[in-house]
């Protein structure tokens, strides 16, 4: 569809304010809001990835692309979390050390929110101590693990010795998720739940507090 097209292209120009209004006409003509994050922002973002990767476009067009795609997260927000039902369960959140991207992870956060559970983000770059400490003084049952880099998403495995280390494995759950991976990389490491996206992650996280 026509509007799609012309928010992927607002997303990849960086044009936040222009992209927010027409995020918002989609609502209004009553485009669901999967539709518009995956068809339009998502697209966008997926071709932002494809130039950067290429040398099209530069650190500086990414970040500004981000923001504008943070921007209309925004919007939807509200739509994203609706119809959730309550339930128990906390969840600390955080994309791992040395790794900058939470776009996804923020995303994650949303679903698992609009869900009803508590969730406590530890935004990005979080070293495996910080889950650790955190999921303690929350009593958490799951810890979310993000990672966009090959190079980042090893620090995983430091992160599940670490959980190990501090005597809580039995206590949490280890949940791992962002582009680079895998159901196979989530065994080796000895993790619980690998998911592909926000949405599967938040049904994950429910079945797992046992709602
Ligand atoms: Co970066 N970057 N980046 N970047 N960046 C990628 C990831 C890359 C694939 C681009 C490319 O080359 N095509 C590439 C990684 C290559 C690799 O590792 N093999 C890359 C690189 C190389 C880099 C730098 C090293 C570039 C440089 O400086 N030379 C640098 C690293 C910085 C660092 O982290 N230390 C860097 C920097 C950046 C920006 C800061 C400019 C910016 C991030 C801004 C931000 O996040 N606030 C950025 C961006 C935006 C991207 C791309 C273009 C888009 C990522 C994104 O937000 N996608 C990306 C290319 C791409 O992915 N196409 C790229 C949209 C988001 C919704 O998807 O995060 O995958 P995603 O989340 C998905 C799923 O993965 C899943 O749910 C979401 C969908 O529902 N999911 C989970 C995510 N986390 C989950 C957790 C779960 C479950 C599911 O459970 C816990």
Do not use: W
């Amino acid at each position: 569809m026509e509007i799609l097209k012309e928010i992927s292209e607002l997303l990849q120009k960086g044009k936040a304010d222009n992209l927010k209004n027409l995020v918002q006409k989609a609502i209004d003509e009553g485009m669901d809001a999967k539709t518009i994050m995956e068809e339009g922002m998502m697209t966008g973002m997926n071709i932002i990835g494809v130039k950067f990767k290429n040398n099209e476009v530069y650190v500086p067009e990414v970040l500004i692309a981000a923001r504008a795609m943070n921007a209309g997260i925004e919007i939807l927000k509200p739509l994203l979390e609706s119809g959730g039902v309550q339930a128990k369960g906390k969840v600390v959140i955080g994309t791992v050390q040395g790794d900058l991207h939470d776009i996804g992870k923020n995303l994650v956060k949303i679903m698992m929110e609009g869900k009803g559970l508590e969730v406590i983000d530890l935004g990005i770059d979080v070293s495996p101590e910080q889950y650790v400490n955190a999921a303690k003084e929350n009593n958490a049952q799951i810890i979310a693990c993000s990672a966009l880099l090959t190079t980042t998403m090893l620090q995983m495995e430091n992160v599940v010795k670490v959980i190990c280390d501090a005597g809580i494995r039995d206590k949490v759950t280890i949940m791992i998720g962002g582009a680079p991976l895998t159901e196979n990389y989530c065994k080796s490491i000895g993790a619980d739940i690998y998911s592909p996206d926000a949405a599967s992650a938040a049904e994950e996280a429910i079945a797992v507090c046992g709602n």
